[in-house]
């Protein structure tokens, strides 16, 4: 089942509630675009990828909404709809890029009326969504080049099937490479504050039957410097231009002791995740999230009462951590600046 997906006979969206998984497994109905902004606040959709996707279905909704009578309404009413859902969470640079294609397609000046527009829009959607679950896996045969039978993987949050329309990034490769017999290893963070690792990551390689020891965060330095680990593969929620990559909070701090270690460190990182607007990785918006993700673990509190906590919920490696980037388009090596934007443009001609 997709993470996210439209529900042709309702005309609503779904999403699997990963605030409550692996204890409940549930699905949540969307009929609203306010009501997907909230979700996507509320980490209900999480990764950037399928916020990307959950965005472009809110716009279909926003669409749906509308009272619009003709067409300038409508793209006056999408547009506001655009600026909501952007708000909704900063660093994962997808939800910026579905809702501005959902908004290119709107903006068309073909589409005369607002039936044509919201169809197109669903469309658009869908496409969006389908293209993310075939793009994984292409990005996931190459990264599985870079496993050999034999190898421990340290992996970092989640980004597996849960984190996108379906398959996954760093987690896809590793699906990949035991899909091929490889016989591997995986370290899991269970990335504290909001427990992806522990949660999300642990469930999909159970129900994978991929062999897989979950760590403490703080474990993974002993793990490195005792040569314990072949790879450490992670996701992205914005690359920049120069190779700078923002990803789950400890990823910098992983990627600096892989490096002392000459372990290799390989973002899995789909096109639509790179910017090529923002040429360093110090320009990307940082997204600070709620001090009580940090005071208390899903509601039961670990620190004294009226403490105050400091809560990134992302943070940037830079480049020269980065041994190469994963993407469909093949594996980019340095110089990033050069190769990501041929690879971005190869990306656009598959
Ligand atoms: O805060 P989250 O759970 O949305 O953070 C997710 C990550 O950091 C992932 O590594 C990233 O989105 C890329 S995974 C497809």
């Not at 909230?38 to 965005?55: C, N, Q």
């Not at 655009?82 to 708000?87: D, S, T």
Request: net charge negative; charged share 20%; with cysteine.
């Amino acid at each position: 089942m997709r993470t996210v997906f439209w529900d042709n006979e309702r005309q609503t969206m779904k999403m699997i509630d990963q605030r409550v998984l692996p204890w409940t497994f549930e699905l949540l109905e969307y009929a609203t675009h306010e009501a997907v902004a909230e979700a996507i606040t509320d980490m209900v959709v999480r990764g950037a990828p399928a916020i990307g996707a959950a965005a472009a279905f809110g716009m279909v909704l926003a669409a749906q909404q509308s009272q619009a009578t003709d067409a300038a309404t409508l793209r006056n009413d999408l547009h506001t709809a655009g600026e909501r859902l952007n708000l909704a969470r900063p660093t994962a640079v997808n939800l910026a890029w579905a809702v501005k294609r959902l908004l290119r397609v709107a903006d068309n000046p073909d589409l005369t009326d607002p039936t044509a527009i919201h169809a197109a829009l669903l469309a658009e959607a869908q496409k969006l969504a389908d293209e993310d679950v075939a793009l994984n896996r292409r990005m996931a045969y190459h990264g599985a080049e870079l496993i050999s039978d034999g190898d421990t993987i340290l992996h970092h949050c989640n980004t597996g099937a849960l984190a996108t329309v379906d398959w996954g990034t760093a987690l896809g490769v590793i699906f990949a490479a035991h899909e091929q017999g490889k016989k591997i290893h995986v370290l899991v963070d269970e990335t504290r504050p909001r427990l992806q690792g522990a949660r999300l990551t642990a469930w999909e390689l159970q129900q994978r039957g991929i062999p897989f020891d979950l760590i403490a965060d703080n474990a993974a330095g002993h793990f490195m410097r005792t040569g314990q680990v072949n790879i450490v593969l992670v996701g992205s929620d914005r690359t920049a231009a120069n190779g700078d990559v923002a990803n789950k909070i400890g990823t910098y701090k992983l990627a600096v002791v892989a490096k002392e270690n000459g372990v290799p460190f390989y973002p899995v990182v789909p096109t639509s995740t790179i910017d090529l607007d923002l040429a360093h990785g110090d320009l990307i918006p940082i997204e600070e999230r709620s001090p009580d993700e940090v005071t208390a673990v899903f509601g039961t509190p670990i620190a004294p009462a009226g403490i105050s906590a400091r809560n990134p919920a992302f943070d940037v490696t830079p480049h020269r951590y980065v041994t190469g980037i994963v993407t469909e388009a093949g594996i980019v090596y340095p110089p990033f600046v050069k190769n990501l934007r041929q690879a971005v443009l190869k990306a656009s001609n598959q």
